[in-house]
């Protein structure tokens, strides 16, 4: 073992030790719970007056596991529910956590009590005015309006935020001790608050009983309809369609669905009940998907109950093609199921293996044309925050797929059942002590598995890869991943200037990679499962470079890998764990240039044509300016402008600008119609000798060759900061940011066009950026997260990684 992977893994060790001695103390939780007292006079509705209150001034923190103190307010359930000092997101703890998701683990408040949540409304009875003193949620936004930040102020420099913010989790017993500690911290925290209708609505609400009047959902008759036929489609006797359905499950249980062929707004989830079709639905409430569910298992489509907030939003389309798309794919071949797998941990290791009489075609295909939607869900994913997984990935990279055609895994039956054994991922076992044996095995079976794919590749491909064997079939076989420190985001097409890397992915990567990062992984887990979870992607990521390097011709793959990697640590992982096999093969793809990563990505672009997108006019400007189809006046004016931010490094003159950016702002440029407003997406892409290695990232980055990547629209779910520049300004706004030399003077722009947390104008322009994704994407908008948003005085400072 290297130097540098052994001091990695005595660094986890010390961690582990250190941890043992912290004690561990939890608030209060209320013995008994009784009903507030309830007014006669119902002053205001929760569903019409409060949850829109809520929906735009709370659940941009208080959405998903990383919501503070797990309060989720996207939900009457989540509200009810209350709040917990214990932490969903913890890398530091040995021991694996009890899962908390709502509306699995437990149903009702009872039940919640009893896993360690305290009310944030009124539970000890009284009067009317007991129930504005007992409500935590009172006391909390009455801090808040009483010691207000100052408009346009800084936010104190002792008030922390972000996912590095200690929990801070009073119950209302000790609610006069926090606010005595910390009077500035009301809610909503360190940002411009409620106004004072709304924060006296919320008052006489909580006052008069805190009554939730939302009335129980039914499907419509088109809706009843559609459930209907696909719970039939999912719950079939025979062993091939059992098997399929399990397939289909583990798939799309982190999706959002919807029937493409109505408009109802509904989204559903693919759940696993206890009960039948037509029957309420009863949860089994396992901790994975592919886990032992205990008892017979139904497949049933349940309605997404919350707000939709962007960051866990992955929606998928049911519908009439869609049904016959599966159909298609898993029931019109000749194969034959004479045993279900079991649900052991060898399978669910082991993916690939576990679903193997399923034909490795329809699987793959079946991936491949939703490809956007499943390197979403290990890229952006449901868990709200990446950091287990991002700092293993560069900061902008693009995706290709290897074609079904070309995939040996996929056209020949003795190839993959002499890699399968190999394929097993890592068991994300609790505790230190398996952690290196566990990865150490893995290490040694990837090897095995790249020596045999590539003796098998060379001859099959004795001649090398050609563009044929990339897959064009659809506008999901082009992607860009952006990377924006504990979290990530992914755009169909190639967006932004050429990247550092590429990955090329086949049917095993894909689905390991899928496993790896969404099935198997136990958000709740200790840092061992953490850290194998992390390691065993180092090696995926690699899997991937090197595939794409095969396309490359075989004089430069060498030193191009050797790019990617610099640093002695990284060249001694790199010579020992990503080793190129088949390192001098050829290649059949005629280059022209001594650039053959950028031919490459313009051979593949032609290739798919209108599949392609749209050009990429802000960052791919040839010959300056280049402006969309069909732009208006106001558009080429701002395109002609934003153009001259993108794709270059910041050690350029007129780019230092790019040094004190934040990793990802949202640009508002506005006409006289807030309808006919523009927004853009300004993206640090940050660049590193290498991302080989789990800690000391400061120490690998290479901040002058930074670039900054323009997109159109909004992209990602947790805005750093953002702009909003008048359009007769636009020229003026670019030009300030090029002449931005100093932090000084990039925080003189900021003064002049950014919202601060503090700006009074800082929610109407949130509220536009929502409603413009609703407007513009309706299927995929959501709430956007507001818990990564910069102080003023954090805008150009690393993230410590």
Known sequence: MSDPIKSMFRTTALLFLSLLLAGCMRSGVSEKEVEPSVSKTQTYSYTSDIKPILDQKCIACHACYDAPCQLKL???????????????YDGTRIRNADPTRLFVDAQGQAEWRKKGFFPVLNDQGGSLDDNLANSLLYRMIELGQTHPLPANSPVPADIQLGLSRENQCAAVADFDDYASEKPQQGMPLAIAGLSDTEYQTLKQWIFEGSVIDEKPWTATADEAQHIGQWEEFLNQTPLRNQLVARYLYEHLYPAHLYFDELDTGNFFELVRSSTPPGQAIKIIATLRPNDAPGEPVYYRLRRVASTLVHKTHLPYPLGTAKMARFQELFFTGDWNVSQLPDYSRDIQVNPVAAFNDIPAGAR??????????????????PVCAGQIATNVIEDQFFVMFQDPAADLAVTDPDYLAEILPHLVLVPQEEGLILLYPDWKSRVEAMDVYNEIRGKAYKRAEPEGRSLDDIWYGNDNAALTVFRNFDNAMVSKGFVGADPKTLWVMDYPMLERTYYLLVVNFNVFGSVSTQAETRLYFDLMRANGENNFLHFMPADVRTAMRDSWYIGSDAETKMSKTYAIVNENMPVRIPYQTANPKAEFISMVTSRLGALAGPPDILNRCARKPCYSEGATADQRRIEASLQTLSSQPAARTGMQFIDFMPDEVFLRVSTP???????YTLIRNKDHTNVAFMFEESERRNRAKDTLTVYPGLLGSYPNFMFHVPVQKIEAFTAALHAAQSQEQFLAVVDEYGLARSNPAIWENFQWFVDYTRRTEPLAAGVYDLSRYKKIADLSSDEKR
């Open 74 to 88: 996207s939900s009457s359930e989540g509200l009810l529910r209350g709040a917990t000092d214990k932490t969903v």
């Open 364 to 381: 793959y295909q079946f991936m491949l044309d939703t490809a956007h939607y499943f390197v979403a869900t290990f890229i952006r994913g």
């Open 673 to 679: 119609n807030p309808d006919k407003d523009f927004a």
